[in-house]
């Protein structure tokens, strides 16, 4: 069974002329790292947002671990973890609180809790801050308390919206070679979003390029690269599939 | 479930605590409106009450009437009466002047001659009396009447109900002296004028007026008409209903800064996590409304005004205080949904908080409002709390009394949650 199984998925949205999503079709194998992409607009946000039960789809399905989105979603919100783009955190709490709070909205709670805390603020070097407030963090350290803030509950897909913009170079080789061990040792699917094609190249397993609402390429990336003409990397694949016009969605 | 709730509630608590502005704009700033405006409304309540006002006196009569009516308004203790200003005496057009120029809040003027036409008019009622009963009497000097007035002359910003006190009084003044000089003159007619049975007619009273409580008075409770009984109340609700501004405020951050997502695709219910933030909120508020009854109690008198006296019923009291509560801070949370930027929240929740307390009698009684905005302000939540909490104090009412009044509030809280939810489900799909 794949992690995740699209099929025919649309979405218009309300006063929309052109659909977000055209049928798309689409099965994520468990364990890997999944990677979507596409430019501005693409349709990347909305399909992570049917995912996790935040839109509703037009019309086809989706399902997550086998279980329907539209039907199973209290059972699918215990099985995923959800890294926004956004820093979702408080920023008058420190990072031990934030951890804390998301922690116990987990069902988590006592030694359990604390010691997972200890451990992966361990692991991203955040044991010194930890009673830091967020407000007075750094940009790398802010989105390495939003990714713990996903995974304290260990699921079984963890969804990525664009996990390293706007960090430095260190936090971001961080970010990526842990995503690699925690795939790696837990079995965990990676559903990731990025503009960093590069970093993608490296981390993904498969990747998908989503286009106007269309899938336009899905496989792994040396395939992909391999089968285009003149093409040496996803960046350049990227290019010859989806153009050089600016996208000012 | 109540993991949830209470990690909400402690996130909730630490998120404020860490806000001195928050902080301030909560307990502060409330505690400061309601001495200011238990202070500044306490004139009104004077006007009518304790204060003395300094009166000009026109004195061109200089008899009988024009002394009775001075002794009858130095009894009072309300005037202080001037007849000079300056060392000069005051004629009709200083008065007007002075007056005017808003020296002196009105002024009287007593025509040349009333003592004799009152006298006249005196005699004329008791002669024509006593030829009714077929007793002698003399009525060959009877005058004809000349239509006099005590003219009232009103500093032209005077309010209307300020004038309606003063008239009230000074017919009432005029109307003693006129039945004085008709007993006086029945006297004389009688040949009672000197002894016993003079005083016997002077001491003729008319019935009086007192005001007594609607309620028994028996187990010590007594009347309450201050400045601080009406405006503590009044004023702890309006500051309890401008929680909307921070809790909106705090929702819209979440939304703007993506936690909210975060929260929506957690697992569990997202009403737990509303129903935390609530019950933290409402805890605000409760603190709010205690802070602001010690204010009334304990704090009143240091600034020259009388102590709140919060009545018996001290559960029936925290009953609808926690109504009120619910109400604002439900009211917040629909404020926070509907509104989809920090500025439209601030500005639509501020307004309509002072729009909801304004039609609700929280700054001029409903009574004295038009009839339809009486009708519109009868659907107001501050007049519900404010109604509830009057009943308790000024009624000595329970709760079995105020219970419809917490069944309104605390159903305008379920109505808020429910539409708040509706919308931020719907903003979803």
């Known amino acids: 069974m794949p992690a995740v199984s699209i099929h025919s998925l649309c979405k218009t949205y309300k006063d929309a002329v052109e659909p977000s999503l055209n049928s798309i079709s689409l099965e994520i194998p468990r364990a890997t790292i999944f990677g979507f992409l596409g430019p501005n607009g693409a349709g990347k946000t909305t399909t992570l947002s049917i995912l996790c039960g935040l839109v509703k789809a037009t019309s086809g399905s989706a399902k997550i671990l086998g279980k329907d989105v539209s039907k199973e979603l209290k059972e699918i919100k215990k099985c995923i973890g959800m890294v926004p783009q956004d820093i979702a955190l408080f920023p ?158 | 479930m109540w993991l949830r709730i209470s990690a909400t509630i402690k996130k909730e608590y630490l998120t404020l605590t860490r806000d001195k502005a928050g902080i301030t704009l909560l307990f502060f700033m409330p505690l400061i409106l309601i001495v200011l405006m238990a202070l500044i409304q306490d004139a009104p309540f004077r006007d009518y009450q304790e204060l003395k006002f300094d009166v000009l006196l026109v004195d061109n009569d200089q008899a009988k009437v024009s002394q009775q009516l001075l002794t009858g308004l130095t009894n009072t203790k309300k005037f202080s009466i001037h007849t000079k200003y300056k060392e000069k005496l005051i004629n009709d057009a200083l008065a007007k002047k002075l007056v005017n120029e808003g020296k002196f809040q009105f002024a009287i003027s007593i025509p040349k001659g009333s003592t004799a036409q009152v006298q006249n008019n005196a005699n004329k009622i008791v002669a024509k009396l006593l030829s009714s009963l077929g007793m002698p009497s003399d009525t060959s000097a009877f005058k004809e009447s000349h239509g006099l007035h005590i003219d009232i002359i009103f500093d032209p910003t005077a309010k209307s109900a300020f004038k309606i006190a003063i008239n009230n009084a000074m017919e009432k003044l005029v109307a003693g002296i006129e039945t004085d000089l008709v007993l006086s003159a029945m006297s004389e007619q009688l040949g009672t004028g000197t002894g016993d049975q003079q005083m016997a007619f002077n001491q003729i009273k008319s019935i009086e007026v007192k005001e007594v409580a609607a309620y028994d008075q028996s187990n010590g409770l007594t009347l309450l008409t201050n400045s601080v009984q009406h405006n503590v109340p009044a004023w702890t609700i309006f500051a309890m209903f401008f929680i909307v501004i921070p809790l909106g405020g705090a929702l819209l951050k979440e939304r703007e800064d993506g936690s909210l997502t975060r929260l929506k695709i957690m697992p569990g219910s997202y009403t737990l996590l509303l129903m935390g933030k609530v019950l933290f909120y409402v805890g605000v508020c409760f603190i709010q409304f205690v802070l602001m009854m010690l204010v009334g109690v304990f704090a009143m008198p240091l600034f020259g005004l009388p102590a709140l006296q919060l009545g018996h019923e001290y559960f029936a009291l925290a009953v609808i205080a926690i109504s009120i509560a619910f109400a604002a801070t439900s009211y917040g949370i629909l404020i926070g949904t509907i509104f989809k930027t920090p500025s439209q929240s601030l500005t639509f929740g501020s307004v309509s908080v002072v729009l909801l307390s304004a039609i609700g009698g929280i700054w001029v009684p409903m009574y004295v409002m038009p009839l339809m905005m009486q009708k519109i302000g009868a659907y107001s939540p501050l007049y519900w709390g404010l109604n509830g909490i009057n009943d308790l104090f000024l009624r000595h009412e329970g709760l079995l009394f105020i219970f419809p009044q917490i069944a309104k509030l605390l159903g305008f809280s379920a109505i808020c949650i429910f539409v708040a939810q509706w919308i931020e489900k719907k903003s979803f799909q």
Request: proline share 2%.
């Open chain 1, 92 to 249: 008058s709490l420190t990072g031990q609180e934030n951890l804390t709070y998301f922690g116990n909205l987990y069902g988590l709670k006592g030694k359990v809790l604390e010691n997972k805390i200890e451990h992966y603020l361990d692991t991203f070097g955040l044991t010194n801050n930890a009673h830091k407030r967020v407000s007075q963090y750094s940009g790398g350290m802010k989105r390495r308390i939003n990714l713990i803030a996903g995974i304290l509950h260990d699921p079984q897909l963890l969804i990525l919206d664009e996990p390293t913009v706007g960090v430095d170079v260190q936090s971001r080789k961080m970010i990526s070679d842990f995503l690699k061990s925690y795939n790696k040792a837990n079995g965990i699917t990676i559903l990731y979003t990025s503009h960093m094609l590069d970093e993608a190249e490296k981390l993904c397993d498969e990747v998908a390029i989503i286009d106007h609402g269309k899938i336009v390429t899905q496989g792994a990336p040396q395939a992909l690269i391999a089968q285009q003409e003149n093409c040496h990397s996803l960046e350049a694949l990227f290019i010859q599939l989806t153009g050089r016009s600016v996208r000012d969605h």
